[in-house]
């Protein structure tokens, strides 16, 4: 089977020049277009170059839907109104779309899964094998350790200009610990505490939001019995780990039916 053609969005980010990296790393992908907002700086300049690659003859367009049509499939760590844009887009050119996008509204979520219809879609709050081998054991854990016997509470740090709270990955490893328990994380979360709160209600996820420097992520679930605590961590050191996901996901993806599906489906990991 020939390269991947892949779309980078977002290209002249932090983020995207790492998935341009990743993708030229990766055996069986190629960078085939890299896009950026209309008016960037960057417009017109070889994607690979900006990248530190090297030249790949990729400029960089603030075009989409004609880059998209070119592809088989893009990676997308942009913003949610983006990120929905470029999933409309993405089921218009049938092609595969790989989102690491966080801080999605329930509205967002929607418009992503009605374009899942036609696009391939694989969208996780985080991209690491090792994020998501963790969520199942949080899953696990919460199962075995009933609620009236542990707490649960989810601790996150992120660099200073991270700009959602909690992080997608605190929200999918929340998700992970609801589900367990077989409750709705909408209901159990408590996201700020403040002033005289009372009472840690029985049940309740809660969330601790840390924020500064350039730590890249790091995620703790801490489930407190009476006299014993169990941790359950992840140190993420490099942001490329998250993109090496990123692609491998959109390798995993492509020829698979249209259709929203998670990195767990990637990995091969029951939900």
């Not at 960089?60 to 887009?89: C, H, N, Q, R, W």
């Not at 694989?122 to 016997?149: F, W, Y």
Request: charged share 20%.
């Amino acid at each position: 089977m020939s390269d991947m053609n892949l779309v980078v969005v977002g290209a002249a980010g932090r983020m995207g020049q790492t998935l341009i990296r990743a993708i030229h790393a990766s055996r069986g992908a190629r960078l085939a277009g890299a896009v950026e907002r209309a008016g960037s700086p960057w417009l017109g300049h070889d994607a690979g170059e900006l990248a530190g690659v090297g030249i790949l003859n990729v400029p960089i367009s603030d075009d989409p839907l004609a880059v998209f049509a070119k592809a088989d499939g893009v990676v997308d760590f942009t913003a949610p109104a983006a990120s929905v844009e470029f999933a409309g887009y993405a089921a218009q050119a049938r092609i595969v779309h790989v989102i690491g996008t966080t801080g999605c509204s329930a509205e967002d979520d929607a418009a992503i899964k009605a374009a899942a219809r036609h696009a391939t879609i694989v969208k996780s709050g985080n991209m690491s094998l090792g994020v998501n081998l963790l969520s199942v054991l949080v899953r696990q854990a919460a199962v075995a350790l009933e609620a009236a016997d542990f707490d649960i509470e989810v601790l996150e740090m992120h660099h200073r200009h991270k700009v959602d709270a909690p992080s997608g990955t605190a929200l999918l490893l929340g998700e992970a610990a609801a589900k367990g328990r077989g409750v709705s994380l909408h209901e159990e979360s408590v996201r700020v505490r403040d002033g005289h709160t009372g009472p840690r209600p029985e049940g309740a996820i809660g969330f601790a939001t840390l924020r500064g420097g350039s730590v890249v992520g790091e995620h703790s679930v801490i489930l407190a019995g009476e006299g014993e605590r169990i941790v359950l961590s992840h140190h993420a050191e490099d942001r490329s780990l998250f993109a090496r996901g990123a692609v491998k996901a959109a390798l995993w993806a492509r020829g698979r039916k249209p259709g929203l599906y998670s990195m767990l489906d990637v990995l091969g990991i029951p939900g």
